[in-house]
């Protein structure tokens, strides 16, 4: 699994790629909001619990982006420390370093550098 080109795809792509999707949500829930304010403070008599109706959603996206993250940033750094050619030097440590501060930029980075541009480098020389 860790050498599947689909798995590395994922676990690199998935994260970003969900977190712009929930922003683009939040921000639509914020446009929905304002967009509709006069009509909320006219409705007094409405239980408060309709402006918080999705929250809960909203609550189960975060918690999902949050594991997917955590089991993207597992992926990587198993894939880093099997990875032969970053034996020497501190360049393992560098990446573990990055994966854990930069988060899913830093594995989208990883993925990019160390794995598809040796994959085409390596098939290039074959």
Not at 32 to 47: C, M, R, T, W, Y
Not at 51 to 70: C, D, H, K, N, R
Not at 91 to 119: D, H, N, P
């Amino acid at each position: 699994m860790i050498h599947n080109k689909y798995w590395q795809a994922f676990f690199a792509l998935s994260p970003i790629i969900i977190l712009f999707i929930m922003m683009l949500g939040y921000f639509g829930f914020l446009f929905s909001v304002f967009s509709n304010i006069p009509e909320l403070e006219q409705a007094h008599d409405g239980p408060p619990e309709l402006i918080l109706e999705w929250i809960g959603s909203f609550f189960f996206v975060i918690f999902f982006v949050i594991l997917l993250s955590v089991a993207s940033l597992a992926f990587f750094i198993v894939h880093a420390v099997q990875n032969p050619n970053l034996k020497q030097g501190h360049m393992l440590l560098l990446w573990i370093l990055l994966f854990i501060f930069v988060g899913g930029l830093g594995e989208l980075i990883y993925w990019l550098v160390e794995i598809v541009a040796k994959r085409n480098h390596n098939e290039q020389l074959e």
